[in-house]
């Protein structure tokens, strides 16, 4: 069974195309315009073994802001047709990162209730131009899209660059797991029988 799914979004302020194979080797094609995202992203598919592929053309010349918001949406989108009726999967993961003195914390439940519980203060505004607030905005689009309850809380880190990879990486090392099979259960993960 392939768990692929290639789904497109246009709006005013964006045009997106995400295509995502969960069962990957982590390769990733990523054009955002926004190469502090595009490296942020790459890390995403790399870590999390997903075949990922992301064009992206925003209203950059008013801020990253809907550019990096509405991938997320469109990602959380082709994560959740991805994964259909979601038989078989783990369900539940978590992963901690570290990067140098940041370390992350990630936890995932495929629960069909799309929530993100951010807990990453970060002192910088910015990395580079990229807005360090997007981190939460991308991540909020994407949890809510995906039906994933999202947890990332920072447990140190002092640099803004280290600490926004180490929450990429740590979702990325979670999704993976929580997508991935499980030998003993074939059935949906759940005692209601629907997720």
């Known amino acids: 069974m392939d768990r692929i799914a290639t789904v497109s979004r246009t709006t005013g302020e964006t045009d997106i195309t995400v295509t995502i194979d969960l069962d990957g080797s982590g390769s990733c094609d990523i054009q955002t315009g ?33 550019t990096v918001e509405d991938v997320g949406i469109v990602l959380g989108q082709a994560v959740a047709q991805a994964l259909g009726d979601k038989r078989g999967i783990k369900r539940f993961s978590d992963a901690t990162v570290p990067m140098d003195e940041a370390l992350v914390l990630a936890a995932i439940d495929i629960s069909g209730r799309g929530e993100l519980y951010w807990d990453v203060p970060i002192e ?8 360090t607030e997007l ?3 991308f ?3 994407f949890a809510r899209d995906a039906g994933i309850t999202l947890h990332v809380r920072k447990i140190a880190g002092q640099n803004a660059h280290h600490t926004l990879e180490c929450a990429f990486k740590a979702v990325a090392r979670a999704l993976r797991a929580a997508v991935e099979f499980d030998p003993r259960n074939d059935g949906i993960p759940s005692t209601k029988g629907s997720l």
């Open 124 to 131: 910088a505004q910015k990395v580079g131009n990229f807005d």
């Open 34 to 66: 926004v190469g502090f995202f595009d490296h942020m992203l790459n890390a995403l598919g790399r870590h999390s073994l997903c075949d990922l592929s992301v064009r992206a053309e925003g209203d950059t010349w008013v801020d990253d802001h809907h």
């Open 135 to 137: 981190g939460h905005e």
């Open 139 to 141: 991540f909020a689009g």
